[in-house]
Structures are given as structure tokens and as C-alpha cells.
């Protein structure tokens, strides 16, 4: 990596604003997966033992920006509003934007991860402020101590954050000698905390934290010089969202495996009937062309060969349902395919095991029902068996795919980023690291 990392500059008595991603996943105010947080204390811990300040950011969710006057609704409500008469409008914009600031500041609020900093790094050492850089922030900025740290309130409540206002950059470089971004699952974003700060030449000092490094290190490394076998495994729902990630990871890798909703558009796409199965009809072409592009390079493209078929997609997620196993020729026209079938398995299982470097994205089925896990749970049981090979699961469902089927600590490498590891697959180079100072 040619980006200067915390350890090629002084820090000591500095200010380091660190933007990090602590968008953790929650419920009831609880944290349920603390990944983020404990991808982020190396960074941390090494800042404070080095006597700096450190001054820790962060988005959570996507709150309305409630600290900017006159803030906007979201599109979905938008909608809803425009589609009553319009005489009910205004009383229904009046009571959505009464309900974002009575909810949203619950909901969004960073203070369940300021207390978990508390508990792991010292309640004395750990202050929260309530603002991001109102009166709160800037008063307890001011009062820091060398080796202590403030997290600030979730940056997106400003709109400044999204839209990369300079003002708002100008305020948060107020607090920053030195600016540190280690916030890996948000680096495909640019937004004023990930990366406008620095392209507006606020902060002259921009430099990468420890997640970021080892991300980077564990993912390009696998991408540019795997040892091979290399095996890439994608799936998930959409195929729209996997376009360029399909087309890149061809040219890299040896065997791609598709699994999980978006196989069923390449099944169409090799002429078969696939049911009431998800599947994008604009992308057909886009198949065909991916087909052919693997035989031109000589690379196997493995795509299902049976499916397990439900008549009625489960409601809730979870609920016991009845299935079936058809071939990948028999989907009925009444049914859904909803996870790879044993044989399909078996196959993918095979090329996972041989390989010496496996990437996977998307989960192969609808894992949160035990009964459509089986493609997803002995997709992730290969990985962890793959003799010897690195195996590198990109965040998001798969992340929490292995974490729930209990496969997490026999992966090489888990990453924090979903997004963000889609776009190094897709072979982007991310907002948040290019603005950084070169070595
Ligand atoms: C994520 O969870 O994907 C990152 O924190 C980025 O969040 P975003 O998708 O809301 O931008
Ligand atoms: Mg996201």
C-alpha cells in the first residue's frame, strides 16, 4: 500500500480526528455484532498510548439530518406524502418531521457506542459529545487530554455530512491537526468526514489507521497476487449490484461460483425456466455475455445445478416451510428457488476446498430460515476447510452469514466492509483512501 498510516507520522499532543465506522448493527439500543468496534481499537489504543487526542466520528444508519434546520425527508416518505390529496399534505409533513426529531435521536444516537468504549478503554478515558461540532463537541475537544478520547454524535445528523458541505469540513478541521481515517466500511463513500475534509485541502496531515491498512493489505493482496487456485464466490440477491464485481473478478480469479437469487437470471439466460425465482430480465444479455466472456478466458463459471424450490416465499423470514429439490431444468413454474440444491452444493463445496484463495460474497440462499441455510452453511463449512487456502469473506450478510452458521473464526479474514469490499472486488478505487497522503 503506497498511503502513509498512522505510524508515519507524530502524534503525540496532536489532535487526531479519526473518522471510523461505527454504523454497528442494533437493536433496542443494544449492540448485536461489535465487528466495527473492535476493528477499530488498534487504532485507537495505538493513538492513545502515543499521547494523542483522539477526536473518533462516525455515521450510524440513515437518520434524517435532524441538526440542519429545515432537514428533508427521506424519498419513501416524500412519496407517501405526495400521494395523499393535497390538502393533507402539510399536516402529514409537519407530523413526519415531528416524528424524525422525536425518533431519530434514540435510534441513531452513537451513545450506546460511547459506553462501550467506556467499558473496553476506561470510563475516565471516553468522553461522548452530543453535538458533532456544536457547543458540546467543541467544549469537549478543548478539554481533552493527551492519550484521551471523544466520539462525536452521528455525523449524518448534519447534512453536511452527505452533501460534503465545506462549512461543515471547515468545523470538523477545527478539531484536526491530524486526520485519520480507519472507517474501511465506509471508504466507498465520499462525504465530508470520509474524504471531502481532505480534498478541500483542510487538513494537510491525511493519513490511514490500522483497519484500513490490514483490509487493504489481506484484499488487493488477494486480488492482485493470489496464490492459485483462486476461487471467488458470489452471491446474495441482486445481480444488478454485482455487475462490475462479475466482470472484474472473471479477469482475476480462476472459478467463479454464483450462487444465491442472482443465479436464477443466468439460469434463464441459459435458456431454462425458472419459476416465480428472482430474476432481472434486463440483465439476460449481460449473462450471456459474462458465459461467454469466462469460456473465451478459459475460467469455469459455475452456476447452479438443482435448487430447492418453496411454492410461497416464507413470511416471517423464518418460518417453517415446505420444500422441494428439482433439478435446474424442473423448477416448476408455481415455485421459487430458494437455496442451491445438494448436488450444486457438492460441486461448489469441491472447488471451494481445492482452492488456495477464496473471496466470498452474498450469501447462496435465504439463510435466515434454517431450511434454506444449507447452501449458504456448507458454502461457509468449505471455506473454513479449504486446506491451507486464505479465505477473505467481504462484510454485509456474508460477514453475518459465517458469524451466525459459527464458521467466523476459521476465515482468514472477515472484512468490516460490505460495500466497501464489493467496490475493491469491482477494482474501484475508493474515495476515502485515495484522498490520503501517499508514502
Ligand atoms: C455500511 O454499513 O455499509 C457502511 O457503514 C456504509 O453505510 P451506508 O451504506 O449507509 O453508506
Ligand atoms: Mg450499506
Not at 463537541?137 to 462525536?152: F, I
Not at 472507517?183 to 490511514?208: N, P, W, Y
Request: proline share 4%.
Amino acid at each position: 500500500m503506497n498511503k502513509k498510516t498512522i505510524r508515519d507520522v507524530d502524534v503525540k499532543g496532536k489532535r487526531c480526528l479519526v473518522r471510523v465506522d461505527f454504523n454497528v448493527p442494533m437493536k433496542d439500543g443494544v449492540i448485536t455484532d461489535e465487528n466495527r468496534i473492535n476493528g477499530a481499537l488498534p487504532t485507537i489504543k495505538y493513538l492513545m498510548d502515543n499521547g494523542a487526542k483522539v477526536i473518533l466520528c462516525s455515521h450510524m444508519g440513515k437518520p434524517h439530518n435532524i441538526f440542519t434546520p429545515g432537514f428533508g425527508l427521506t424519498k419513501k416518505e416524500k412519496k407517501a406524502i405526495e400521494a395523499l390529496p393535497a390538502e393533507e399534505q402539510a399536516a402529514a409533513k409537519k407530523k413526519a418531521i415531528e416524528d424524525a426529531l422525536a425518533k431519530d435521536p434514540k435510534k441513531f444516537t452513537l451513545a450506546p457506542v460511547a459506553k462501550r468504549l467506556q467499558e473496553i478503554l476506561g470510563e475516565d478515558k471516553v468522553a461522548f459529545a452530543k453535538d458533532i461540532v456544536g457547543e458540546d463537541a467543541k467544549a469537549k475537544v478543548a478539554a481533552l487530554k493527551d492519550g484521551h478520547v471523544v466520539l462525536l454524535e452521528n455525523t449524518r445528523f448534519d447534512a453536511g455530512e452527505e452533501g460534503r458541505d465545506e462549512e461543515f469540513c471547515k468545523k470538523l478541521a477545527e478539531f484536526c491537526d491530524v486526520y485519520v481515517n480507519d472507517a474501511f466500511g465506509t471508504a466507498h463513500r465520499s462525504h465530508a468526514t470520509t474524504a471531502a475534509i481532505v480534498e478541500f485541502g483542510l487538513v494537510k496531515t491525511a493519513v490511514c489507521g490500522f483497519l484500513i491498512e490490514k483490509e487493504l493489505s489481506v484484499m488487493a493482496d488477494a486480488l492482485e497476487n493470489p496464490v492459485r487456485p483462486f476461487v471467488a464466490v458470489l452471491g446474495g440477491a441482486k445481480i444488478a449490484d454485482k455487475l462490475n464485481v462479475i466482470n472484474n473478478l472473471l479477469d482475476k480469479c480462476d472459478t467463479l461460483i454464483i450462487g444465491g437469487g442472482m443465479s436464477y437470471t443466468f439460469i434463464k439466460a441459459q435458456g431454462f425456466e425458472i419459476g416465480n425465482s428472482l430474476v432481472d430480465n434486463e440483465k439476460i444479455d449481460y449473462c450471456k455475455d459474462m458465459m461467454k466472456k469466462a469460456k473465451d478466458l478459459g475460467k469455469k463459471l459455475l452456476l447452479p445445478v438443482d435448487a430447492v424450490v418453496v411454492k410461497d416465499f416464507p413470511n416471517p423470514i423464518d418460518a417453517p416451510i415446505e420444500t422441494k429439490v428439482v433439478d435446474i431444468k424442473d423448477i416448476p413454474a408455481d415455485m421459487q428457488a430458494c437455496d442451491i440444491g445438494p448436488k450444486t452444493r457438492a460441486m461448489y463445496a469441491d472447488a471451494i476446498k481445492s482452492a488456495k484463495t477464496v473471496i466470498w460474497n452474498g450469501p447462496m440462499g435465504v439463510f435466515e430460515n434454517p431450511i434454506l441455510a444449507a447452501g449458504t452453511k456448507e458454502g461457509a463449512k468449505a471455506l473454513a476447510e479449504a486446506q491451507g487456502a486464505t479465505t477473505i469473506i467481504g462484510g454485509g450478510d456474508s460477514a453475518a452469514a459465517v458469524a451466525q452458521l459459527g464458521f467466523a473464526d476459521k476465515m482468514t479474514h472477515i472484512s468490516t466492509g460490505g460495500g466497501a469490499s464489493l467496490e475493491l472486488f469491482e477494482g474501484k478505487v475508493l474515495p476515502g483512501i485515495a484522498c490520503l497522503n501517499e508514502k
